[in-house]
């Protein structure tokens, strides 16, 4: 009696579980699933590799390397199957050599890091303008973020950040190579509020909370590595290989999503993630897909 008893409790374990990988309200992939949705993958032109991701005036924009074409550039998602590639790879303004990162300001102007000694602007026409970047030691993977009206700019060489105004005047410096967990070097940068975050490079865990004239407010220690991350509206979400988390300033998790259950809308390796204000879609680079999230 106890065996088939034991039976019948492992039967409905298994059942019970199948049902919750099935249909999990946390697993983007299922039916019930509630907050965050899957909405699909979007066209991007083939071949091409992504370094850095953000939606300009409700348009995803892309910096990339297309070996079949230009080769570094900035790609324009206009619509399905319709991009528009701008720049090649070359030395003068308007090309482009290993770029790292973009952003873009409240008048749409889009800013342009590679290892050029400039920062590259390109406004709503596609005129470029540059503005020169200060360093002594070199340049190395910049990553650039817009806020409170403002340029901010990390260098790993350096391990440095820098804030300029919008027309390339630097207004501070602050060098950030340790803190009290060890060696520091400054990697991703993202906004929040009324704060800059810095992502640790060596340590993808550790992440720096500063306010706007680069005081460190705090140094915290992630339960996951973070690859990328984005202010949507209120909140953040931090992008890891194969879940997101969506966190407040003090990077307290509100809702983990995307790990769960074996659907296309499973984070499986999270690369680059943006957000729309226009339509509240997230944006996810998984692997070679670009995938779109929603409420």
């Not at 074996?262 to 943006?274: A, D, F, Q």
């Amino acid at each position: 009696m106890k065996r088939y008893t034991a039976i019948i409790l492992i039967t409905f374990i298994f059942l019970s579980c199948s049902e919750l990988k099935r249909n999990n309200p946390y697993d983007p992939a299922s039916e019930n699933y509630i907050k965050i949705t899957y909405k699909g993958e979007i066209w991007y032109p083939a071949n091409a590799e992504i370094f850095s991701m953000i939606i300009n005036k409700g348009i995803p924009v892309l910096a990339a390397f297309k070996a079949d074409g230009p080769g570094y550039c900035v790609i324009k998602l206009l619509d399905n199957n319709n991009a528009r590639l701008i720049g090649s790879t070359g030395s003068v303004l308007g090309t482009f050599t290993s770029i790292s990162d973009l952003c873009c300001d409240d008048v749409d102007n889009i800013y342009i890091a590679d290892s050029k000694p400039y920062i590259q602007v390109m406004d709503g026409n596609e005129n470029f303008t540059w503005w020169p970047l200060t360093y002594t030691a070199g340049i190395g993977a910049l990553s650039i973020e817009f806020f409170n009206n403002n340029i901010f700019i990390t260098n790993d060489i350096e391990k440095k950040v820098h804030k300029y105004q919008t027309n390339g005047i630097l207004i501070d410096t602050k060098t950030i190579s340790i803190t009290a967990i060890g060696d520091f070097t400054p990697g991703r940068i993202f906004k929040s509020n009324s704060n800059i975050f810095i992502i640790n490079k060596n340590r993808k865990n550790e992440i720096l909370k500063l306010d706007g004239n680069l005081n460190i407010v705090d140094d915290m220690i992630f339960n996951s590595e973070i690859n990328d991350a984005v202010n949507t509206d209120d909140f953040m979400q931090l992008l890891s290989e194969k879940v997101v988390f969506k966190v407040d300033n003090n990077l307290n998790v509100l809702l983990k999503w995307g790990d769960f259950g074996e659907g296309p809308g499973r984070i499986l390796n999270g690369k680059l993630i943006s957000y729309n204000t226009t339509n509240k879609y997230i944006y996810i680079l998984d692997g070679t897909s670009l995938k779109i999230f929603g409420e």
